[in-house]
Antibody, heavy 122, light 108 residues
């Protein structure tokens, strides 16, 4: 059974960089076949897709983040990470990591982490 | 960017009733790349439907999806107590992937 687990600081100061890691168990990132994504949910609101990375390191981002987001992968530790720079209070959200199958046509995000709340505050 | 509009915002029904949730896209969703998720308080979203009409692994057959182009529907044929939650649609046919604002299904 595949499991994803987010980790990282729950509090970040404005203008600093938010850093989160997603550890994958029950499956290997390096085997390919999946997009590994970050998605966030502002308090009491809907969902926003941030971007994804493939095991090869190829990435794609939501343009709304204006190049502040960087997603990287560490296949040796079976992890992928998110860095979001120059954060403001508007970046306060629950951050989820999730997996999307690339081999099944039309596949959705089938496995999600439990989510981690990151608050941006002085 | 494709904007997804879900309706109604809140749906009040009783267990045993049929629920019909709508998701309308601002432009055609290519390849029927449309998914539905269920989210309960304090939990991550759970994939119910992908490809507009394919049930994800382990999802009961009372959940069904339909539609194409700009109009999609999630139907729950007979509501169980555990079905009361918030439901989101998502398109992943074009970047950026986008979600609807959600429909809250509450007990009447």
């Amino acid at each position: 059974q595949v499991q994803l687990q987010e980790s990282g600081p729950g509090l970040v100061k404005p203008s600093q960089t938010l850093s989160l890691t997603c550890t994958v168990s029950g499956g290997s990132i390096s085997s390919g076949g999946y997009y590994w994504s970050w998605i966030r949910q502002h308090p009491g609101r809907g969902l926003e897709w941030i971007g994804y990375i493939y095991h090869s390191g190829s990435t794609y981002y939501n343009p709304s983040l204006k190049s502040r987001a960087i997603i990287s992968v560490d296949t040796s530790n079976n992890q992928f990470s998110l860095k979001l720079s120059s954060v403001t209070a508007a970046d306060t959200a629950v951050y989820y990591c999730a997996r999307k199958d690339t081999l099944i046509v039309n596949a959705g995000f089938d496995y999600w982490g439990q989510g981690t709340l990151v608050t941006v505050s002085p | 960017e494709i904007v997804l509009t879900q309706s109604p915002g809140t749906l009040s029904l009783s267990p045993g009733e049929r629920a019909t949730l709508s998701c309308r896209a601002s432009q055609s969703v290519s390849g029927r790349y449309l998914a539905w998720y269920q989210q309960k308080p304090g939990q991550a979203p759970r994939l119910l439907i992908y490809g507009a009409s394919s049930r994800a692994t382990g999802i009961p057959d009372r959940f069904s999806g339909s539609g194409s182009g700009t109009d999609f529907t999630l139907t729950i044929s007979r509501l169980e107590p555990e079905d009361f939650a918030v439901y989101y649609c998502q398109q992943y046919g074009s970047s950026p992937y986008t979600f609807g604002q959600g429909t809250k299904l509450e007990i009447k």
